[in-house]
């Protein structure tokens, strides 16, 4: 089993830019895929971006896409999270997860993976 922590949320105002950290222990050689999601009150839990941890291949959902940045430090065990100009609607607690199946381009396969217990983001206008 993976066990995953987040850190680096918090509160920014728009157009501001947080990173965000995700320290993975355990089984984590057998990770082959790691994501990020979001999940705002009385939404659903959002995908929005995979990297494999073996390629580098990476995906990003469109609300996302050209300011978000996932990246991974495979000798410190963590993923990454970049986020530049944000907005309001990126207010969400952020998740990070890891599985042990292929990314296949896109998030859908870490929903039976590990996860963490999330970090608090809050953009305000």
């Known amino acids: 089993q993976v066990q995953l922590v987040e850190s680096g949320g918090g509160s920014v105002q728009a157009g501001g830019s947080l990173r965000l950290s995700c320290a993975a222990s355990?089984?984590?050689?057998?990770?082959?895929?790691m994501g990020w999601f979001r999940q705002a009150p009385g939404k659903d839990r959002e995908g929005i971006a995979s990297?494999?941890?073996?390629?580098?291949?990476?995906y990003y959902a469109d609300s996302v896409k050209g300011r978000f940045t996932i990246s991974q430090d495979n000798a410190k065990n963590t993923l990454y999270l970049q986020m530049n100009s944000l907005k309001p609607e990126d207010t969400a607690m952020y998740y990070c997860?890891?599985?042990?199946?292929?990314?296949?381009?896109?998030?859908?396969?870490?929903?039976?993976?590990?996860w963490g217990q999330g970090t608090q983001v809050t953009v305000s206008s």
């Open positions: 997860a890891a599985t042990s199946r292929y990314c296949f381009g896109g998030t859908r396969t870490l929903f039976s993976g590990a």
């Open positions: 355990g089984n984590t050689y057998s990770t082959r895929c």
């Open positions: 990297i494999s941890t073996t390629e580098g291949a990476t």
